[in-house]
């Protein structure tokens, strides 16, 4: 459990929230509104800084456990080029979990305490990421839909008020737009394949396309953070905002690949000029997030059991770091 905001204050412990200033939270809003950077070692309102480590670091973790569904393919994948590529993409994931855990504990919060917040289940990370990968095609369906659905979510990150997260969130966006591109443009060499090849396309857009509509998290109205931290400037656009441009965005992608969207509502509205589509399975959603997706169990023990067999590294690496600082102290 994140510790930092609380103080001792008669023997009870005290958020130190209550200890914050109007004149300060004033001060503080006035350089928010005006566009500054917050920095790291800034003065910041407590619940600031918890509501970043909690969503910096369930971005860290979903990009950990979003190596998981496209690992799966990496040995099965149909030719040397597509390999190399896919390994190189879930190796970028990994990468971009790093940035994120580095961006958290500029906050205060150790990694091992994120991880284990993660492995304790008390942290949450994408929902998308407990459905399964059936074929080759659900490999371009996640480039496509999940890379494209998170660029169009971390785009506006990199204007966060938090300097190092918007900072990380430049190099991650680079990478994840050339995800999308692949997967893509895996999904283009089977829509103009066989028919079995774009049958299997099509199979993993309709499996793919809800799931990858709840990854902006749920409707306005439902939202409990979505206000304070839009009005901190953390979210540039609500979750229903980033849905609607994704929905506009990857539409006409899907009728240039000739597939089908598999919702019956979705419809262009010229007054709007967007499309309107039809209601998500929340219920689902919420499933989801309680652990019960189709893979939730699975991709925990997975992720359990490479924390479990990559303590032995960890280990050599802290006694290597407490022999060179003998060393170098001597
Ligand atoms: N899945 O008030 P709300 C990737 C939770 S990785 C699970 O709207 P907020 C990639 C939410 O955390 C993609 N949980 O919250 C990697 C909150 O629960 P807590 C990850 C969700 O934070 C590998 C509660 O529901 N991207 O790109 O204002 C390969 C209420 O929601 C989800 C990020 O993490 C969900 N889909 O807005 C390929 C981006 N949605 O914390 C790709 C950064 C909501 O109170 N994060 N929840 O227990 C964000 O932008 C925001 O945190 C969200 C949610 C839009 C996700």
Redesign the pocket.
Known sequence: MYTQGLDQAGGKPQRRDALESAEQLAAFQARIDADEKIEAKDWMPEAYRR?LV???S??????????Q??GNWLTRAPTLRRKAILLA??QD?AG??LYLYGAAETLGTSREQMVQDLLDGK???????NYPTLTWADIGA??WL??G???M??IP?CRCSFGPYARAMVR?CKE?SF?QRQGYDIMLTLARGNATQKAMAQDALNRWWWPSL?????N?A?????A??MQWK??RFS?DE?RQKFVDATVPQAGFLGLTMPDDKLAYDDESGHYRFGEINWQE?YD??AGNGPCNRERMATRRKAHADGAWVREAASVYAEKQAARNAA
């Open positions: 509501t909690r969503q910096i369930q971005h860290a973790h979903s990009e950990i456990i979003g190596m569904p496209e993409k879930v994931e971009h979990g942290a949450k990370y994408s929902s998308i990421f996640i480039g999940v890379d659905a998170a660029i979510n971390q990150l991650v994840e995800h709840m990854m902006f998290g749920p306005d439902d939202s409990p953070h979505s304070q931290s953390i979210k979750n980033l959603f989801v997030l």
